[in-house]
C-alpha cells in the first residue's frame, strides 16, 4: 500500500532533476530501512541514487532539485510501482532510466540500446538487489530460454564466473522427486544431441579437465 508518509522508515520511490542538464531519473530505495532512516533523512543526504547521475548528485547537491513521490509497507510495493513508472518514460531521452530498467518486455532494438548502455558498468548492491527482487517468480517462457541459451552458446567462462557456479550451486538439495526422476532416467536421442550441441565451443580449463581425470581413475578403480 502506497503513502506519502515521508517521515516514517519505509521503502520509497524518489524522482531527481539535474537542473544544469534537464536529465531526470525516477528511482526505488529501500535500504534506508535497515539504516533506520526516513525518506526525508535519506535521500540526498546519505544517499544519492543508483542511476546514471549519482556521481554529479553526490558532488553537487545543490545543481539538482528532488521530490519523493512516495512511499510503501513493502519493498515489492516500491519496485512494483517504480517499475510501471520507469515503464511510462523509459524511452524519453530526458530521462536516464534506459539503462535501470529490467529487460522484460522490450523489443530486441530497446534491449541492444539497453546491453550496449550497460557495457562496463558496475552496478551498486542496491542496483543489483533491485533487480533481483523484479525477476523473482518470474518464469522464462520457452521462447526466451531458446534466446539466452544461444546467446551462450559458444562463450567461454572465466575462471572467476565458473568459481560463481560452483558456489551457488553448493548445498543445494533436491527434492525427493527430483532424485527419483534423476535415477534409472534414459535420455533420449534428441535429448541427448541437444546436450551435445550445447557443449560444442566450450574450453574446459586446465583444472576441469584435471578433476574429470581424478575422476575417472576413482569410478575405474572403484569398478576392479
Request: hydrophobic letters at 25%; charged letters at 40%; glycine letters at 6%.
Amino acid at each position: 500500500m502506497s503513502g506519502k508518509d515521508f517521515n516514517s522508515v519505509k521503502p520509497y520511490v524518489y524522482w531527481i532533476k539535474n537542473n544544469i542538464t534537464g536529465i531526470k531519473y525516477i528511482g526505488v530505495r529501500s535500504a534506508n530501512v535497515k539504516l533506520n532512516k526516513t525518506p526525508v533523512q535519506d535521500l540526498g543526504k546519505t544517499y544519492f541514487s543508483s542511476g546514471k547521475l549519482k556521481k554529479e548528485f553526490k558532488k553537487n547537491t545543490n545543481n539538482f532539485r528532488i521530490k519523493l513521490i512516495s512511499t510503501f509497507n513493502t519493498i515489492k510495493e516500491a519496485i512494483d510501482f517504480e517499475k510501471k513508472q520507469t515503464k511510462k518514460i523509459y524511452k524519453n531521452k530526458r530521462y536516464a532510466n534506459i539503462g535501470s530498467f529490467p529487460a522484460t518486455d522490450f523489443t530486441p532494438e530497446v534491449l541492444k540500446k539497453m546491453s550496449e548502455a550497460q557495457k562496463g558498468k558496475k552496478h551498486s548492491e542496491e542496483h543489483k538487489r533491485k533487480i533481483s527482487e523484479t525477476l523473482k517468480g518470474q518464469k522464462l517462457s520457452k521462447e526466451r530460454k531458446e534466446k539466452i541459451s544461444k546467446a551462450n552458446k559458444g562463450k567461454i567462462r572465466s575462471e572467476k564466473a565458473r568459481k560463481n557456479v560452483s558456489k551457488a550451486k553448493k548445498g543445494k538439495k533436491h527434492s525427493e522427486e527430483h532424485k527419483r526422476n534423476m535415477t534409472g532416467k534414459k535420455r533420449s536421442e534428441e535429448t541427448k544431441r541437444k546436450m551435445s550441441e550445447a557443449q560444442k565451443g566450450h574450453k574446459a580449463s586446465e583444472e576441469t579437465k584435471r578433476k574429470m581425470s581424478q575422476k575417472q581413475v576413482e569410478a575405474w578403480k572403484k569398478r576392479k
